[in-house]
C-alpha cells in the first residue's frame, strides 16, 4: 500500500457503525484501536491528536487535557469482512456494543478489528479448533479484554455454553464443507431471534467440482433450512477469488 | 294426628281466659312484674360479663432496654448528643460543597453533546473543527484523482461538502516498513496541501501539466490564430 508513515490523512465514519475512513492519497479502512499503541500484526495505525475537550470539564479543573485517539488499518486482503464492507454490503449486523459470535476466528486478525468495532460495551467469542492458531489468538485476547477466545470445535457448540450468552450476530469463516450446519448448530444455541449471520464461503472448500455459483447457490439454500433468511450474496473480488459473503438473518421456528 | 273433639277445644278457651285476662291484674302488679323480669335479665347480663372478664388476660408489658433519649437534662439545662443527632458519613457529606444537578440542564447538555460528537455508534468522533489548513486539504482531496496519474480514484462530487464529523490524523508505520514506507522526521508536513506541494517542487509535474493544458487549450483562439497569421505574413515575403 502506497501510505507512508508521517502522512496527513482526514479520518470520517464510514456508512457502517463503528467503522471509520481514514483519505488522503488512498482511503483507507480502519477501526478504532481499542488498544491504543500496538499494532496486532504489523498494520499500519493512525493517530489523531484531540485537542483539548472543553464539554469534559471536571468539577472547575479546567477542560480535560489532550489525549490521543488511534485508528488501525483494515487490509480488505487479509479480512473478508473488510473485503465485503468495501464491496458495498448492506448490513454487517455489527456495531459499538454488539455481541457477536466469530466462528474460524485464526489468529485473530480479522477478530481484533471486530472487537474494535464493538468497542468496550460489547464481546467478540472468537472460536478456532487449531491450537497452534488458538495460541496466537488468546495472546491477542489479552490485551483486548472485549474478546473472549474459545480453543474448540464449533461442530459441538454445547461444549462452550459456559462461555457464550446470546449473541446479535454470528460470523463464520471456517472453511468447511459443512459450514452451514455449523452456522445453524450455533446459532439454534446462541443467535437471538432476529439475529444476523454474515457467512464467507470459500467455493473449493465446500465443492472444488462444481461450479461457484452453484456452490453459493447450494449453500444458500442450507441456510435457508437452518432458519435463517438470505438477505444478500457477494462476491468478494477483487480482493478474494471464487469467494462469496452470504448476510441473512435468523428467523423464529415455524 | 286425631282433630280435636269441640269440648276439647273449648276447655282450652276457658283456661287461657282465666289466666291472660289483664282485666285481672292491677297497674301495680303490672309494674313489679316488669321490674323482677328486669332484675333478672340484669343479673344473667352480669354472670356473663363476669365471665368474659376472667378468659381475656391482659399480658404484663415488658419493654425491654429503653432508647436513651437523645436530649439529656442536666439540673436546668438541656443537652442534646450530637453524635447520635447525625451519623459522622452524613455530617461529613453535609459539610461538602454539594452538586445540584438540573435535570433540564442535564437534558440540554446531552443534546448539545450529541450534537458535538458523531454518537455512541463511532465512539463520539468529535465535529469537524473547519480551521482553514482543514478546509484546503479538504479542497485538495476532491481533486486529487490530478495528482497521480497511476492512481485510480471513484469519481469524487465536486461540490462534496466537508463532513460533519472528522479529525486529522497522522499515519504511522506498520511494524516491518520502518525503511520502506515512513516518512523521515524532517521531510514530513503538517498538512496534506504541505505535503503536496513537497512533492510537486521536486518533480514539477504540475508546473509541466499546467502548460501542456494550456498549450492545447489556447489553440484555435486569438494568440493562436496571430501566430498562424504571422508565420503566414513571413512566407509571402
Ligand atoms: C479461513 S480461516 C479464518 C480466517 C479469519 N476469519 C481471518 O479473516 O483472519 C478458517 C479457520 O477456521 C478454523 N476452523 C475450521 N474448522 C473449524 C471448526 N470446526 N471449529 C472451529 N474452527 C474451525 C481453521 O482452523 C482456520 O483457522
Same mark, same amino acid.
Request: proline residues 5%; hydrophobic residues 35%; contains cysteine.
Given at each position: 500500500?502506497?501510505?507512508?508513515?508521517?502522512?496527513?490523512?482526514?479520518?470520517?465514519?464510514?456508512?457502517h457503525?463503528?467503522?471509520?475512513v481514514a483519505?488522503?492519497?488512498?482511503?483507507l479502512?480502519?477501526?478504532?484501536?481499542?488498544s491504543?499503541?500496538?499494532?496486532?500484526?504489523?498494520? *499500519?495505525?493512525?493517530?489523531?491528536?484531540?485537542?483539548?475537550?472543553? *464539554?469534559?470539564?471536571i468539577?472547575?479543573d479546567?477542560?480535560?487535557?489532550a489525549?490521543?485517539?488511534?485508528?488501525?488499518?483494515?487490509?480488505?486482503f487479509?479480512?473478508?469482512?473488510?473485503?465485503a464492507?468495501?464491496?458495498?454490503?448492506e448490513?454487517?449486523?455489527?456495531?459499538?456494543?454488539?455481541?457477536?459470535l466469530y466462528?474460524?476466528?485464526?489468529?485473530g486478525?480479522?477478530?481484533?478489528?471486530?472487537?474494535?468495532?464493538?468497542?468496550?460495551?460489547?464481546?467478540?467469542y472468537?472460536v478456532?479448533?487449531?491450537?497452534?492458531?488458538?495460541?496466537?489468538?488468546?495472546?491477542?485476547?489479552?490485551r483486548?479484554?472485549?474478546?473472549?477466545?474459545?480453543v474448540?470445535?464449533?461442530?459441538?457448540?454445547l461444549?462452550?455454553?459456559?462461555?457464550?450468552g446470546?449473541?446479535?450476530c454470528?460470523?463464520?469463516?471456517?472453511?468447511?464443507?459443512?459450514?452451514?450446519?455449523?452456522?445453524?448448530?450455533?446459532a439454534?444455541l446462541?443467535?437471538?431471534v432476529?439475529?444476523?449471520?454474515?457467512?464467507?464461503?470459500?467455493?473449493?472448500?465446500?465443492?472444488?467440482?462444481?461450479?461457484?455459483?452453484?456452490?453459493?447457490?447450494?449453500?444458500?439454500?442450507k441456510m435457508?433450512?437452518?432458519?435463517i433468511?438470505? *438477505?444478500?450474496?457477494?462476491?468478494?473480488?477483487?480482493?478474494?477469488?471464487?469467494?462469496?459473503v452470504?448476510?441473512?438473518?435468523?428467523?423464529?421456528?415455524? | 294426628?286425631?282433630?280435636?273433639?269441640?269440648?276439647?277445644v273449648g276447655?282450652h278457651?276457658?283456661?287461657?281466659d282465666?289466666?291472660y285476662?289483664?282485666?285481672?291484674?292491677?297497674?301495680e302488679?303490672?309494674?313489679?312484674?316488669?321490674?323482677?323480669?328486669e332484675?333478672?335479665?340484669?343479673?344473667?347480663q352480669?354472670?356473663?360479663?363476669?365471665?368474659?372478664?376472667?378468659?381475656i388476660?391482659?399480658p404484663k408489658?415488658?419493654?425491654g432496654?429503653?432508647?436513651?433519649?437523645?436530649?439529656?437534662?442536666?439540673?436546668?439545662?438541656?443537652?442534646?448528643?450530637?453524635?447520635?443527632?447525625?451519623?459522622n458519613?452524613q455530617?461529613?457529606?453535609?459539610n461538602?460543597?454539594?452538586?445540584?444537578?438540573?435535570?433540564?440542564?442535564?437534558?440540554?447538555k446531552?443534546?448539545?453533546?450529541?450534537?458535538?460528537?458523531?454518537?455512541?455508534d463511532?465512539f463520539?468522533?468529535?465535529?469537524?473543527e473547519?480551521?482553514?489548513e482543514?478546509k484546503?486539504?479538504?479542497?485538495?482531496m476532491?481533486?486529487?484523482?490530478?495528482?497521480d496519474?497511476?492512481?485510480?480514484?471513484?469519481?469524487?462530487?465536486?461540490?462534496?461538502v466537508?463532513?460533519?464529523?472528522?479529525?486529522?490524523?497522522?499515519?504511522?508505520?506498520g511494524?516491518?516498513?520502518?525503511?520502506?514506507a515512513?516518512?523521515?522526521?524532517k521531510?514530513?508536513?503538517?498538512?496534506?496541501?504541505d505535503e503536496?506541494?513537497?512533492?510537486?517542487?521536486?518533480?514539477?509535474?504540475?508546473?509541466?501539466?499546467?502548460?501542456?493544458?494550456q498549450?492545447t487549450?489556447?489553440?484555435?483562439?486569438?494568440?493562436?490564430?496571430?501566430?498562424?497569421?504571422?508565420?503566414?505574413?513571413?512566407?509571402?515575403w
Amino acid at each position: 500500500m502506497g501510505a507512508k508513515g508521517g502522512q496527513k490523512v482526514i479520518l470520517e465514519p464510514h456508512r457502517h457503525k463503528g467503522v471509520f475512513v481514514a483519505r488522503g492519497k488512498e482511503d483507507l479502512l480502519v477501526t478504532k484501536n481499542i488498544s491504543p499503541g500496538e499494532s496486532v500484526y504489523g498494520e *499500519k495505525r493512525i493517530s489523531v491528536q484531540n485537542s483539548e475537550n472543553p *464539554k469534559e470539564e471536571i468539577n472547575g479543573d479546567g477542560p480535560a487535557p489532550a489525549t490521543t485517539t488511534e485508528y488501525r488499518v483494515w487490509n480488505p486482503f487479509r479480512s473478508k469482512l473488510a473485503a465485503a464492507i468495501l464491496g458495498g454490503v448492506e448490513d454487517i449486523y455489527m456495531k459499538p456494543g454488539a455481541k457477536v459470535l466469530y466462528l474460524g476466528a485464526a489468529s485473530g486478525t480479522s477478530v481484533s478489528h471486530v472487537a474494535d468495532i464493538v468497542g468496550p460495551t460489547g464481546v467478540v467469542y472468537a472460536v478456532e479448533f487449531s491450537h497452534r492458531s488458538g495460541r496466537d489468538l488468546i495472546n491477542m485476547a489479552t490485551r483486548r479484554t472485549n474478546v473472549i477466545p474459545i480453543v474448540e470445535d464449533a461442530r459441538h457448540p454445547l461444549r462452550y455454553r459456559m462461555l457464550v450468552g446470546m449473541v446479535d450476530c454470528i460470523f463464520a469463516d471456517v472453511a468447511q464443507p459443512d459450514q452451514a450446519r455449523i452456522v445453524g448448530l450455533n446459532a439454534h444455541l446462541y443467535l437471538k431471534v432476529g439475529g444476523g449471520v454474515v457467512v464467507s464461503i470459500k467455493a473449493n472448500c465446500i465443492d472444488s467440482t462444481a461450479a461457484p455459483e452453484a456452490v453459493f447457490a447450494r449453500e444458500v439454500q442450507k441456510m435457508r433450512e437452518e432458519r435463517i433468511k438470505p *438477505k444478500e450474496q457477494l462476491t468478494l473480488e477483487p480482493f478474494e477469488r471464487d469467494h462469496a459473503v452470504v448476510c441473512g438473518v435468523y428467523q423464529r421456528s415455524g | 294426628m286425631a282433630v280435636p273433639t269441640q269440648q276439647s277445644v273449648g276447655l282450652h278457651a276457658h283456661d287461657a281466659d282465666t289466666f291472660y285476662d289483664s282485666d285481672d291484674l292491677s297497674d301495680e302488679q303490672i309494674q313489679t312484674l316488669l321490674q323482677e323480669a328486669e332484675t333478672r335479665i340484669r343479673e344473667k347480663q352480669t354472670a356473663a360479663e363476669n365471665h368474659s372478664a376472667a378468659a381475656i388476660r391482659i399480658p404484663k408489658l415488658k419493654a425491654g432496654e429503653l432508647a436513651k433519649p437523645y436530649v439529656t437534662k442536666n439540673g436546668e439545662v438541656a443537652i442534646a448528643d450530637q453524635t447520635r443527632l447525625l451519623d459522622n458519613e452524613q455530617r461529613l457529606l453535609s459539610n461538602k460543597p454539594r452538586r445540584v444537578e438540573d435535570p433540564v440542564v442535564v437534558q440540554q447538555k446531552k443534546i448539545a453533546e450529541k450534537k458535538a460528537t458523531a454518537g455512541a455508534d463511532w465512539f463520539n468522533l468529535p465535529k469537524t473543527e473547519l480551521t482553514p489548513e482543514f478546509k484546503r486539504d479538504f479542497q485538495l482531496m476532491k481533486m486529487r484523482a490530478a495528482l497521480d496519474p497511476h492512481r485510480h480514484y471513484k469519481k469524487e462530487n465536486a461540490k462534496a461538502v466537508p463532513p460533519p464529523f472528522a479529525q486529522v490524523g497522522t499515519i504511522i508505520e506498520g511494524s516491518t516498513e520502518y525503511f520502506s514506507a515512513r516518512v523521515h522526521n524532517k521531510d514530513r508536513k503538517r498538512t496534506f496541501v504541505d505535503e503536496v506541494l513537497a512533492s510537486e517542487n521536486s518533480t514539477g509535474r504540475l508546473k509541466r501539466k499546467y502548460a501542456e493544458i494550456q498549450a492545447t487549450k489556447t489553440s484555435g483562439k486569438k494568440a493562436h490564430y496571430k501566430a498562424l497569421m504571422a508565420k503566414r505574413q513571413k512566407k509571402k515575403w
